[in-house]
């Protein structure tokens, strides 16, 4: 049964910090990672989505890395800023529509 | 990307009564999926339904009291039904892009039940 973990479960950073979230997952058979965000009470925004056969995913301040083998993705956050603080969640999909499951999350917050 | 609304965004319900949440996406898909957040904790699928079928509901979910419906390709609803305090969480239904397995997710039911 697929694992995922997430640490730091909340970080709080100075505003332009460079910062690194992490992702574990115990099984390395997977067919994608996704990031999502998530604002209090809200649903999920899609951030980035890395296929098994890549290494990494990168969109504007964003940039997702994949090491399927040692079962890690790590979320880069360049320039960090108030708007970014929000729940930040990883989400494994390891085959099949039903198979997807969710870390617990990274609560981020950015100080001005 | 698949755009979804979700309705309503959130409720505050007496228990014993039902609440049914809608969930319309903006292009047809085989599967919706719906999913439960509980205070402080990850998303927990209750079940994922198929249109023309009887929706799969995971361990620990029974039909009797997330019944869930399906009429067609873009909408679904999910019914909590004779609620208890421990029914208080975001509700949020979602679908897969089928090119790529992408998740995209409405925006979300706050649910409070009081």
């Known amino acids: 049964k697929q694992e995922v973990t997430q640490i730091p479960a909340a970080l709080s950073v100075p505003e332009g910090e460079n910062l690194v979230l992490n992702c574990s997952f115990t099984d390395s058979a997977i067919y994608n990672l996704q990031w999502f965000r998530q604002d209090p009470g809200k649903g999920l925004t899609s951030l980035l989505l890395i296929q098994s056969s890549q290494r990494e995913q990168t969109s504007g301040r964003l940039n997702a890395s994949l090491d399927k083998s040692s079962g890690r993705s790590t979320l880069y956050i360049a320039a960090s800023q108030p708007g970014d603080s929000a729940t930040y969640l990883c989400?494994?999909?390891?085959?099949?529509?039903?198979?997807?499951?969710f870390g617990t999350g990274t609560k981020l917050q950015v100080i001005p | 990307s698949a755009v979804i609304s979700q309705k309503p965004s959130r409720d505050i319900c007496q228990r014993g009564t039902s609440l049914t949440i809608q969930c319309q996406v903006d292009s047809q898909v085989t599967m919706m999926f719906w999913y439960r957040q509980q205070p402080g904790q990850s998303l927990t699928l209750i079940a994922t339904a198929n249109q023309g079928s009887e929706a799969t509901y995971e361990s620990g979910f029974v039909i009797d009291k997330f019944p869930i419906s399906r009429p067609n390709l873009t909408f679904s609803t999910l019914t909590v039904s004779n609620m208890s305090p421990e029914d208080s969480s975001i509700y949020l239904c979602s679908v897969l892009r089928q090119e790529n397995t992408e998740a995209f997710f409405g925006q979300g039911t706050r649910l409070t039940v009081v």
């Open positions: 989400a494994v999909n390891s085959g099949g529509y039903q198979k997807v499951t």
